[in-house]
Each structure stands twice: as structure tokens, then as C-alpha cells.
């Protein structure tokens, strides 16, 4: 079913067209676009109350800026709706995540109105600032750059690296600091209640109105004006505020807080902000769900609610008549909970994802003992170390894809001082409709080559337990290794999960099913898919052996020997990048020890793979059952023999 848009949104195929009309008409144009949002996310599901909050700033920058000249970075880009909407893509919208259709995030192929490709947080600031400097040594002063960021995506540290070198040029960088008090979950920490402070002082906001109109009346005497105006303000920014003012401090000329969901002053105050050349930082309020009651009353709930009911506001949930399996997020939440309860030292750590990591559950339950830190990856690793050097037992859940924003703390931090971090890294594998920057396909290979650092994956729920309680165990907390123990986004295959608590000898994998014509070496969730495989080809009159190998550092090497001595033709099974990944590893040892067999890697190819529904692009890679019994097959077909033979 195809989203009817409004009267004036149906005649805006480009922001050429939105500039045609007159300001007058913008609200109705809010109200529209608004509503075609709701009516798209309603119907095919998607993330829906970021970019309720950005309508009319959406409609704004399109109208007041020449785009796509002037470039325009969404940082993050969940809040990007809007403007793709509006960028020619309100016809096929509808296909927005689903495999071979639109991004969920901006995306430089997909159209020359995407400046820069995103998808995780506070990238903006720095990429806008590049362009800002390459338009100044392409003698271009005229072009705006503008990065849109989030309150929440202020908390990286590279959103400060970024303001910090740009306060110190005189690039034409227009920074939109999007205030709503939330990133998933409720913003955390200082910069938070700073923010706070200067949106309800009430004296500094009456003095900063008084000093817009101001500059908006004395705009066309020229720059001196507003030379004076900004010095004047500056002066009582710091006089009134109990604190100076920290993006001025970092040489922004800072003008706000202003209202963003009020599309006529937005629009005025950008026109005056176009003519005040150098690095400058509007701070817009706004409301994250703006325009539909359910989602401002649960900002939460409603940042990616799926499919639901416009009216009623009921969220659609599969209703099912057996039993089902949890997701493995929520069976790390409640094991750590559990864990917890006996074993006081343990605290959990996760970067602005309590909700999605289902650390929530702890910080509910135990909330002395368990911390979001904000969008700072790099800062929860180190923070996870700082803890354990005085014999906290950390648990640091950072989704796979964030981990490699942090890994120089993983080496320096944690593995070369021997501490036993354990990390769990949520949304390991290929995730599905967020697309290729949210796809957790390199931490296997990027971990396993760290000295001191175990990589473990389970096949299954009651093997997250158990990898979880061994790893909290005193045998391995006085040892001098960090733990990675990576699992997939969503339901996992046992509906009782709960089982009681066993240690996993690390380094120790296990065979599932035997067989005397291959060996399958499955390491993680994809064993699932392998079992099914194997029925497919017994039914075949292939047979085939199943290992659960647990462990991609250290590998299990009494039971490769065995496999190897057994089997000229073997498959490695991983949901994980191929190079440098579990199928490398067991080929470095199939060259050490000087084996030979015919050896198929199924995995992740080199290649970026787009978004869709996982089992949808589990097909693509030859990764679900279906796929894994065609390799087995031409792989016994297969007449050819050498030392090393990959068909990848």
C-alpha cells in the first residue's frame, strides 16, 4: 500500500521546489511532511520519533540553504527521514530498509543531497568541517556546510575533537546542536545538565531574544553590527550563565537556544546565520516523537516502534501459539542480573544502549552496579579496565559495530595490562535492515589477533549463559586474559533458556552430530543453520559431522587434529568477515601442522553487504541452510585435490 502524500508535499520532488513556495506555506508543509512519516512508519515500520523532531528543521535548512551545494551532514542519521523525503525519495520511501530498497541512513550513492554517508554517532562536525576547509582551497566562500547533531551524539569524544579544531579556523561551519534530551534512551552526565542550565535560565534566554531582535534589525547596517552584537552577547553569555559558555569557550559563536519545532523563526534565524561568516553553533530545542502523542510520552518505546496502529497507537507484535525463544539480549540482561545477585563484584557497562543491550534489566534491579556512560565507546573500555584494575568484574555489552570505535583502548588498555574485561558484544553478525554500518562482521577477525584476548561465540542461549558465568568465575578472573564473547541481534532457538549455570573449559569446542563425509566447523549462532544442512544432505545420502567449535582464539587444537586426521573435506562456518576471521584461523593451523585437506570457508565475503531482513541476506552470503548445503555439496563433487584449496 502506497502513502498518499499532501496536497503540497505531492508537488516537492526537490528542495528547488520546497524554496518555491512561500514562507507562509511552510507550516502546512510541517504538518504534511509530518504526517507522511507517521502514515510510511505506521505501514512498513522503521525509526520514527527522531525525525518527528526534526520536521520543521528539515524544512528549514532545505529552504533557507541552497542545497545540494550547501552541504548538509545528519549526524547519526536516524532523524534523516525528513530530508530524504524531501530530496526526491518521497515515492519510493516506502521502501525505506527493506532489502534493494532505501537506506535507514543518509548514504552517498543513494543521492547527490546525502554530503556523507552515516549511521554511527557525532561523525558530523568533523566530515562537515572537511568540507568546510576543502570549499576555502577551492576558493569557495560561499558554500555552507552544516552538521546536524544530536544532544545525545555530543558525548563522543569526537564531536569535541571536531569543535575543538574548528573553533580555531575561519571555515563556514554551521553546527545545529539538535536538543532533546535523548539519544534511545535518556541522555546521561555533565554535558546533559549543562545544557540543561542554559535552556531554563531565564534571564539569559530574555537577554538572548532581545539580542536576536537586535541583530535582526541591525543585519543591514553591515558586519560591524553584528561584530558589536556578538561581542556584546558573548559578555553576558559568561556574566549570566553560572558557568562560561563551553562552545564559546572553544571559539563557536554560540546563538540560542531557540525553538526547532517553530518552522517561521527557524527559518529567519538561519537566513541571519547564512551571512555570519566563520564556526558558529545553534542550539535548537526540540521535541523527539514532536506531533504524535504516544511517542513524546515514550521517547523510548517509539524510536523504532515497528509497525503499529496510527489511531490507537498499539504497537503490532507477532503473536505466536508454542512458547518461543527470547532474544539473546534479553538473556544476557537477565544472566548478568542473576550472576550479579551472587556474586557482588560484577558490574555491568554499556555506551548509550541500555535498552538495546537489555542492561536496563541491571540498572533497574542493581543500579549501583551498573553504568551508561553515554555515546563513548572509547571511554567504556577504559573505564571497564580502570574497574577492573581493583578487581571489579566488568561486563562491557558495546553492540559489535560501536567495539571497533574503541579497539585502541581493547589493545592498550586492557589486553597489553592483562586485565580480565569481559566484553559482550551485542548485534555480532549481519544485523539486518540498520544496513552495513550497524552489521557486526569484523570482531572476530579484529580481536582474535590482540595478544591476551579470548574470542568466544555460542551456538545458543544456554551456551551465552555458561560463557557468561565461566568468565566471571575467580579461575578466570586471576588469569591475564580479556573475553569477547559475541552473539546476534534478536531470538535465539531455545524457549526454555534458563538452564542451570556450567563452566566451559576455554578453548574447548564439542561435536554436535557425527558424519563421515565432511566436517562442518561451525563457531557461533550459524551452527543452527548448519544442523539443518545437515538433515537437508542426509536426506541426500551425504553425511555430514557437526562441531560446535565455541572458540575462535584459542582454537581447540586436540580436536582439529582429530578432525583433520578424519576428514580430507572440511567447511568452516562463521557469521563474520572471511579474511582473518574463524576460517582463517583454522587454516593457520592447517599449514602449521601440515594438513591437507579440501577446506570451504563460508562466511562474510569482501565485500559490503547492504540492508534487509537477516535471513534475507543470510542467503546472499551462502550462509543459511540452504546455502551451506550447496557448498557441502559441490565441495563432495568437487574431483580437484590440493594442499590448500578455498572456494570462498
Not at 550563565?241 to 546563538?255: A, H, I, K, P
Not at 573505564?383 to 592498550?412: K, L, P, W
Not at 561435536?511 to 563425509?517: L, N, T
Request: glycine share 8%.
Amino acid at each position: 500500500m502506497l502513502i498518499t502524500p499532501g496536497k503540497l508535499l505531492a508537488k516537492i520532488d526537490s528542495p528547488e521546489d520546497l524554496r518555491k513556495l512561500d514562507i507562509s506555506q511552510l507550516p502546512n508543509v510541517c504538518s504534511e511532511l509530518r504526517q507522511f512519516i507517521i502514515d510510511n512508519v505506521s505501514v512498513y515500520g522503521g525509526h520514527f520519533g527522531a525525525s518527528l523532531g526534526v520536521v520543521e528543521l528539515s524544512v528549514a535548512l532545505h529552504y533557507v540553504f541552497n542545497t545540494p551545494d550547501d552541504q548538509i551532514v545528519w549526524d547519526v542519521g536516524h532523524q534523516a527521514y525528513g530530508h530524504k523525503i524531501l530530496t526526491g525519495r518521497r515515492d519510493t520511501f516506502h521502501s525505506n530498509r527493506t532489502y534493494g530498497g532505501l537506506a535507514g541512513f543518509p548514504k552517498r550513492k543513494e543521492s547527490i543531497y546525502d554530503a556523507f554517508g552515516v549511521g554511527h554517532s557525532s561523525t558530523s562536525i568533523s566530515s562537515a568541517l572537511g568540507m568546510a576547509v576543502a570549499s576555502k582551497l577551492e576558493n569557495n566562500h560561499e558554500r555552507q556546510h552544516i552538521a546536524v547533531i544530536g544532544d545525545g551524539a555530543m558525548t563522543a569524544g569526537l564531536a569535541f575533537e571536531g569543535m575543538n579544531h574548528a573553533g580555531s579556523t575561519d571555515s563556514n561551519l554551521l553546527i545545529i546542536l539538535n536538543d532533546n534530551c535523548m539519544a534511545i534512551d535518556p541522555n546521561v552526565g555533565a554535558l546533559k545538565e549543562y545544557l540543561t542550565d542554559i535552556t531554563t535560565s531565564q534571564t539569559y534566554n530574555k537577554f538572548r531574544d532581545e539580542v536576536w531582535n537586535l541583530l535582526g534589525k541591525m543585519s543591514h547596517f553591515g558586519k560591524s553590527a553584528q561584530e558589536i552584537v556578538s561581542k556584546v552577547e558573548t559578555v553576558m553569555k559568561t556574566a549570566i550563565l553560572r558557568q562560561s559558555n563551553l562552545f564559546e569557550s572553544l571559539g563557536l559563536r554560540y546563538f540560542g537556544p531557540i525553538d526547532g519545532n517553530d518552522i517561521s523563526h527557524l527559518t529567519e534565524v538561519l537566513s541571519d546565520l547564512k551571512s555570519i561568516p566563520g564556526p558558529k553553533l545553534l542550539h535548537c530545542l526540540t521535541v523527539k516523537g514532536k506531533g504524535y502523542g504516544p511517542a513524546e510520552k515514550d521517547q523510548t518505546k517509539w524510536h523504532a516502534p515497528g509497525i503499529f496502529d496510527k489511531i490507537t497507537g498499539e504497537i503490532k507484535k507477532k503473536t505466536f501459539d508454542t512458547p518461543q525463544a527470547p532474544k539473546y539480549q534479553d538473556v544476557f540482561g537477565h544472566t548478568i542480573v542473576e550472576l550479579a545477585k551472587e556474586n557482588k563484584k560484577i558490574v555491568g557497562i554499556t555506551p548509550a544502549m541500555p535498552s538495546g543491550s537489555s542492561l536496563n534489566i541491571m540498572m533497574s534491579e542493581i543500579p549501583e552496579r551498573a553504568f551508561d556512560v553515554g555515546i563513548a565507546e572509547q571511554h567504556a573500555v577504559t573505564f571497564s579496565a580502570g574497574m577492573a584494575t581493583r578487581g571489579e568484574i566488568v561486563f562491557c555489552n558495546i553492540y559489535s559495530t560501536f567495539m571497533q570505535r574503541s579497539y585502541d583502548q581493547v589493545v592498550h588498555d586492557v589486553c597489553i595490562q592483562e586485565l580480565p574485561v569481559i566484553f559482550c558484544l551485542d548485534r555480532a553478525g549481519l544485523v539486518g535492515a540498520d544496513g552495513p554500518t550497524h552489521h557486526g562482521v569484523y570482531d572476530i577477525a579484529y580481536m582474535r589477533c590482540i595478544p591476551n584476548m579470548i574470542v568466544a561465540s555460542p551456538m545458543n542461549e544456554q551456551e551465552l549463559r555458561n560463557m557468561m558465568y565461566t568468565a566471571q568465575l575467580s579461575s578466570f578472573q586471576s588469569g591475564k586474559h580479556a573475553m569477547t564473547i559475541r552473539y546476534p541481534r534478536g531470538i535465539g532457538v531455545m524457549p526454555q533458556w534458563k538452564t542451570t549455570f556450567e563452566e566451559i573449559e576455554i578453548g574447548r569446542g564439542r561435536m554436535i552430530r557425527p558424519g563421515k563425509d565432511v566436517a562442518i566447523l561451525s563457531f557461533g549462532p550459524l551452527g543452527n543453520f548448519a544442523s539443518q544442512a545437515c538433515d537437508l544432505l542426509d536426506q541426500q545420502g551425504i553425511s555430514v559431522a557437526l562441531y560446535d567449535m565455541r572458540f575462535a582464539k584459542p582454537l581447540d587444537e586436540p580436536l582439529l587434529h582429530d578432525i583433520f586426521a578424519s576428514y580430507d573435506r572440511i567447511v568452516t562456518l562463521e557469521d563474520g568477515c572471511l579474511q582473518g576471521g574463524f576460517g582463517s584461523a583454522v587454516l593457520e593451523f592447517m599449514v602449521d601442522n601440515e594438513y591437507s585437506s579440501l577446506v570451504k570457508r563460508i562466511g562474510v565475503p569482501d565485500a559490503i553487504i547492504e540492508h534487509g531482513e537477516p535471513q534475507e541476506l543470510y542467503h546472499e552470503c551462502g550462509m543459511d541452510a540452504s546455502g551451506i548445503a550447496i557448498s557441502i555439496k559441490d565441495l563432495v563433487n568437487s574431483s580437484s585435490r590440493s594442499k590448500i584449496t578455498l572456494v570462498d
